[in-house]
């Protein structure tokens, strides 16, 4: 069986980690955020806290590859942003009169 250690390195992590980061900024950016319309300001916030979930495990997965996970109440920031996310989505689908049963 695997282990985390030989899925990824430090390193990758932190590729990752830098890209995902390129993308939140682009996503937040004040330029992105002004020239955007309603719908697109929802889907840039949902894009937002995904990439602020994505963050998170990365981070805890670098933590565990050095032996040690200090980050406080992982759960509880990455549950939040998805709650968030989840109601995002739910009222870029009211806006939108989309029906998805």
Do not use: W
Request: net charge negative; proline share 1%.
């Amino acid at each position: 069986m695997a282990t985390l250690k030989d899925k990824f390195t430090t390193e990758d992590i932190k590729e990752l980690n830098q890209r995902l980061n390129y993308i939140l900024n682009q996503a937040t950016h004040a330029n992105t955020r002004i020239k955007a319309g309603v719908v697109e300001l929802q889907l840039l916030n949902v894009i937002d806290q995904l990439c602020r979930v994505s963050g998170m495990l990365l981070d805890i997965t670098e933590q565990q590859l050095e032996g040690h996970i200090e980050t406080f109440d992982p759960y509880g920031f990455m549950d939040g942003k998805l709650e968030t996310a989840e109601i995002g989505i739910q009222n870029l689908l009211q806006i939108k009169k989309i029906e998805l049963d």
